[in-house]
């Protein structure tokens, strides 16, 4: 398996290790339930680094971009960011990712640990005008720090004029000890947070100098998930994948359909499609959790799966996400999760199953 940078901080954490997309990542520290309430009140610490970041630069790398992924590129200010997709010819998602505009000939754009290599692929595959194509994924570390404690904590690291010139989803460069940061106002838990991108040189020291805050405690890849399930945000490879579209998962807000990208006659003809299933939240009764694959029955019909579950540490019960029919895709509605052994009643909602949030 392949290692990050800051391995050896979590072996001396007394971290709990688990392959993750070929990475040896920490799943917890103390514990899943302690750190994800830890990071919805004061800040959790996240190593990240095991993602992918691309770059794409010169004359036409607006051009091209704009073709490559589903966001609309044309109208992004330098210094911000915007969630999109890959999708491939049939229309279906080969990747979520985030798109980092530096300036209007460079691009970074921000991939998924377990999809580095197709996305490096496809995109090298596909991309053409005058534009250079770099993978910098095994040199740039990437650290997140999330939770309401997290403006304090960086405005005292990274200078506080600088942190509240930040909004949401934009970006802006810094520098933290000796290194030169990109630090963004992104992240995946629902919370107030921002990601660090810097040389993987100086991983160790900017692990060091954040977890000296007394409102920071390391977050491993349980809570994480727990943190992302309460907001109903996807995982890739459980919750989105090829065969399914932007429009089923409830993400065509990121897909911008007047401009011409990749998959788009694909995806014109699949939104037309009747028989869909609709990606939804649900909550469970009890405590009792449905894991992926789990069917969905409603009204003692087969009408969907489940494909992510778990407990939630806010609300005290089994939460997830599921594709249901479209036609049984409504708030409140009844289902019944069941692996054919053990049955659980829960109700369909619209997330983020966390509402405060």
Known sequence: MKRTALFEKHISLGAKMVDFAGWDMPVYYTGIIEEHLHTRSLAGLFDICHMGEFFIEGKDASKEVERLVSCRIADMPDGKCRYGFLLSRDGGIMDDLIVFKISQNEFMIVVNAGTIGKDSSWISGNIKGDVSFFDRSGSIAKIDVQGPSSPSV??????????????????????????????????????????????????????????????????GLGARDT???????????????????????????????????????????????????????????????????????????????????????????????????????????????????????????????????
Not at 160 to 181: C, L, M, Q, T
Not at 285 to 299: M, S
């Open 154 to 219: 960086m405005g005292r690291l990274a200078g506080k004029e600088a942190i509240e010139n930040i909004g949401r989803y934009s970006f802006i460069n810094v520098k933290i000890g000796p290194a030169d940061v990109l630090l963004a106002r992104t992240g995946y838990t629902g919370e107030i947070g921002y990601e660090l991108f810097f040389d993987a040189g100086y991983a160790s020291g900017m692990w060091d100098s954040l977890m000296r805050f007394d409102e920071i405690k390391p977050v």
């Open 227 to 357: 943190l992302r399930l309460e907001m109903g945000y996807p995982l890739y490879g459980s919750d989105i994948c090829e065969q399914v579209d932007p429009f089923e998962a409830g993400l065509g807000r990121f897909v911008y359909m007047d401009k011409d990208f990749i998959g788009k006659e694909a995806l014109l003809a699949r939104i037309e499609k009747e028989d869909k299933k609709i990606l939804m939240g649900f909550e469970c009764d009890g405590r009792r959790i449905a894991r992926h694959g789990f069917r969905i029955e409603v009204e003692g019909i087969e009408s969907g799966v489940v494909t992510s579950g778990g407990f939630s540490p806010s609300l005290k019960k089994a939460i997830g996400l599921c594709y249901v029919d479209k036609k049984a895709a409504y708030e409140g509605g009844k289902i019944i999760l069941t692996d054919g052994n053990i049955s659980i009643e829960a109700k369909l909602t619209r997330t983020p199953i966390l509402k405060n949030k």
